[in-house]
């Protein structure tokens, strides 16, 4: 028999689709909202492309972030909410509400809905953009103690992610409704599409030797499947409720140990990808939570990275054959 009804906003996104093919397999029926009905065969060929077998197990509302049309449909009868939908554009726009407005305010609505529906448990993507850019990061290791401050960022995506999370806490503070949180860092793994999330961007561009200089920060990585494990994992396991968690593979990378690890591995591209300058990484980050708590148990930040590289050249994003 079925499990409960979960429902994963923005279906359509590269997360949002993964934990869809997670929670499919894991015998849990789906709903998930997308911006545009249009889009329903592309999002099914593209899960299909993932592995699911069982869509019709899944069900597909309309609602958009910044109107409330929809929302109500979209968590009926649901026992949880996976939200995942936020604007991550490449580049930020020039008014910042145009991504702060989405994530703060949908956030709420997708709340208020799950709470006024009886949802059981609501679980928030949001981002390390809410943990690590207010504390200096020499000498510190970041975990989910820690929070960036909105007013020290001029970023739109890190203050939308931070807001949003913030607005998520103090909704729930006098509700029934549970909240759990994950914290992703830069998201790899495979790509289901040639226009997967803007994380991916960054693959493409080194791969294809567009990147053509060393940027100076260094990020933690993480693989799409293992966050959607982490997702379904939150929804579920009581000890969970109430908590942030960083989802990040054991150790960082830069866009230089990106490019080297994709030459050393992948010899016959050596050509094609970016020669960079090599920096220093300089970031610490804690996933011991994640793994103790909920007993996650990552693939390594070189797994993510390739599973994205043979992905784009399978997609045909990137050309195998310039080197
Ligand atoms: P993505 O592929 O760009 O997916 C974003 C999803 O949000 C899409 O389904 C998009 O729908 C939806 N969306 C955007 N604006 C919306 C709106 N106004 N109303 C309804 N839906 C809207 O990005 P992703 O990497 O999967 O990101 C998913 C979540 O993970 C986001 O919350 C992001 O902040 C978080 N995250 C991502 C990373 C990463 O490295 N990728 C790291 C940390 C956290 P359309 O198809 O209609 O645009």
């Not at 931070?162 to 949180?181: G, H, I, P």
């Not at 200089?213 to 969970?240: C, I, K, N, W, Y």
């Not at 390739?306 to 399978?314: G, H, I, P, W, Y």
Request: glycine residues 6%; proline residues 4%; contains cysteine.
């Amino acid at each position: 028999m079925n499990k409960e009804l979960v429902l994963v906003t923005g279906g359509s996104g590269f997360v949002g689709s993964y934990c869809i093919l997670e929670l499919l397999r894991q015998g849990y029926r789906v709903r998930t909202t997308l911006r545009s009905l249009q889009k329903v065969e592309e999002v099914k060929a593209m899960l299909s492309r993932g592995g699911a077998t069982n869509l019709e197990d899944l069900s597909f509302v309309a609602a958009d972030l910044s109107q409330d049309e929809g929302w109500e449909e979209a968590v009926r009868d649901c026992t949880y909410v996976l939200h995942v939908a936020s604007p991550f554009p490449i580049q930020s726009p020039q008014d910042e509400n145009e991504l702060i407005i989405p994530a703060r305010e949908g956030t709420l609505r997708v709340l208020k809905a799950a709470s006024q529906a009886g949802v059981t448990r609501v679980v928030l993507t949001s981002s390390f953009a809410a943990i690590g850019y207010s504390i200096d990061p020499k000498d510190h290791v970041f975990t989910e103690a820690d929070w960036t401050d909105p007013a020290q960022t001029k970023d739109a995506y890190i203050k939308s992610k931070t807001l949003a999370e913030r607005a998520a806490w103090d909704f729930v503070k006098d509700q029934k409704l549970e909240l759990t949180v994950i914290n992703p860092v830069g998201i790899f793994g495979p790509a289901l599409t040639h226009d997967s999330s803007t994380s991916l961007a960054f693959v493409t561009l080194i791969l294809t030797g567009q990147m053509t200089e060393s940027l100076p920060f260094s990020f933690g990585v993480v693989d799409v499947r293992d966050v959607a494990d982490l997702h379904v994992r939150a929804m579920t396991l009581p000890q969970a409720k109430g908590e942030r968690f960083l989802a990040t593979a054991d150790g960082v990378m830069n866009v230089y140990t990106i490019a080297q690890l994709i030459r050393e591995r992948k010899p016959e591209l050596a050509s094609q990808v970016s020669r960079l300058k090599p920096v220093d990484l300089w970031l610490q980050l804690s996933n011991e939570k994640a793994k103790t708590v909920l007993h996650w148990n990552p693939r390594s930040k070189e797994e993510a990275i390739l599973a994205s590289v043979e992905s784009l050249l399978d997609l045909a994003t990137v050309s195998k054959d310039k080197g």
